[in-house]
């Protein structure tokens, strides 16, 4: 009985011998579950957090040696800029520059522009091309009559590896807007007042503040009052509301608006926008 108990304690003794053990040489006070479960998983958690922010930590140290590697590149393309310009400084001196140093100088800034480009094709950080356009957004269409048109770095990824799907209910059309009936004699000699709008943009027009166009509805309508006979009215009414039409595109292409204005078959102002959607 005397043995079975100093066997007990003796393997009780050796078991938390080897728990020092442990601890001691691995510095830390929770090697297994065993020791304290609740303590072991917070220990895991604080040691996957750790393990996380390094791995930030070394992801951003690669990100600022890429972008130091760009900014040596970008500091010696601003060198060769400044050197074409004093190139062409120089090119500008007429009364010391002669044919030979103008050509020189030509072939110095040809140079320089060429240096540029290789450069521009040559730099990498590690495997990736920095300054070829590679890493500009970009993308596909598959399918007749798609075409991709353009994409922005805050454009949102399609939700899978097949892309977006696209259904034509029907035939894209442009937007149209027609007057529902003719400008009469009368209305375009008191004046008409024409504002269309776009998105952000906007023209306005008023035939009584547009001195050709209003010196050119006078000769119109005096011709029509001296000879009514071989200027009719409804020749006359069509020949103005061409004027005014063209007048308007004019006025139209100036501000930036993407229209098209004429007068349709039935002899009525009409506005077509120039894209489809």
Same mark, same amino acid.
């Given at each position: 009985?005397?043995?079975?108990? $100093?066997?007990?304690? !003796?393997?009780?003794?050796?078991?938390?011998?080897?728990?020092? =053990?442990?601890?001691?040489?691995?510095?830390?006070?929770?090697? $297994?579950?065993?020791?304290?479960?609740?303590?072991?998983?917070?220990?895991?958690?604080?040691?996957?957090?750790?393990?996380?922010?390094?791995?930030? /930590?070394?992801?951003?140290?690669?990100?600022? $040696?890429?972008?130091?590697?760009?900014?040596?590149? =970008?500091?010696?393309?601003?060198?060769?800029?400044?050197?074409?310009?004093?190139?062409?400084?120089?090119?500008?001196?007429?009364?010391?520059?002669?044919?030979?140093?103008?050509?020189?100088?030509?072939? %110095? +800034?040809?140079?320089?522009?060429?240096?540029?480009?290789?450069?521009?094709?040559?730099?990498?950080?590690?495997?990736?091309? =920095?300054?070829?356009?590679?890493?500009?957004?970009?993308? /596909?269409?598959?399918?007749?009559?798609?075409?991709?048109?353009?994409?922005?770095?805050?454009?949102?990824?399609?939700?899978?590896?097949?892309?977006?799907?696209?259904?034509?209910?029907?035939?894209?059309?442009?937007? %149209? /807007?027609?007057?529902?009936?003719?400008?009469?004699? %009368?209305?375009?000699?008191?004046?008409?007042?024409?504002? !269309?709008?776009?998105?952000?943009?906007?023209?306005?027009?008023?035939?009584? #503040?547009?001195?050709?166009?209003?010196?050119?509805?006078?000769?119109?309508?005096?011709?029509?009052?001296?000879?009514?006979?071989?200027?009719?009215?409804?020749?006359? #009414?069509?020949?103005?509301?061409? =004027?005014?039409?063209?007048?308007?595109?004019?006025?139209?292409?100036? $501000?930036?608006?993407? +229209?098209?204005?004429?007068?349709? %078959?039935?002899?009525?102002?009409?506005?077509?926008?120039?894209?489809?959607?």
């Amino acid at each position: 009985m005397a043995a079975i108990n $100093s066997l007990r304690h !003796l393997s009780s003794s050796t078991n938390d011998t080897k728990k020092n =053990l442990e601890r001691l040489s691995s510095g830390m006070k929770i090697n $297994s579950a065993a020791d304290s479960p609740a303590e072991l998983m917070i220990s895991e958690q604080m040691r996957t957090q750790i393990s996380g922010l390094n791995q930030a /930590v070394k992801n951003s140290e690669t990100s600022i $040696s890429m972008v130091q590697t760009a900014e040596g590149v =970008l500091s010696e393309f601003s060198s060769m800029l400044i050197s074409m310009r004093q190139l062409a400084l120089h090119a500008a001196n007429d009364g010391a520059a002669d044919e030979k140093m103008l050509q020189a100088d030509q072939l %110095e +800034v040809e140079e320089l522009l060429s240096t540029m480009d290789r450069i521009a094709v040559s730099t990498q950080f590690g495997t990736k091309v =920095l300054f070829d356009g590679s890493n500009a957004v970009d993308g /596909v269409a598959v399918g007749d009559g798609l075409t991709f048109y353009s994409a922005s770095p805050v454009t949102q990824q399609a939700p899978t590896k097949q892309g977006y799907s696209v259904d034509i209910e029907q035939v894209a059309a442009r937007a %149209e /807007v027609n007057a529902g009936r003719r400008m009469s004699l %009368e209305e375009i000699e008191k004046g008409a007042s024409f504002v !269309l709008k776009e998105n952000n943009r906007v023209m306005e027009m008023d035939t009584n #503040e547009e001195r050709n166009l209003k010196k050119n509805i006078q000769q119109l309508l005096g011709n029509f009052r001296r000879s009514p006979e071989t200027f009719s009215r409804e020749n006359t #009414e069509a020949r103005l509301a061409d =004027l005014i039409a063209r007048s308007l595109q004019k006025k139209a292409d100036e $501000s930036g608006l993407s +229209v098209i204005i004429a007068i349709n %078959e039935n002899g009525m102002l009409t506005v077509k926008h120039k894209h489809y959607g």
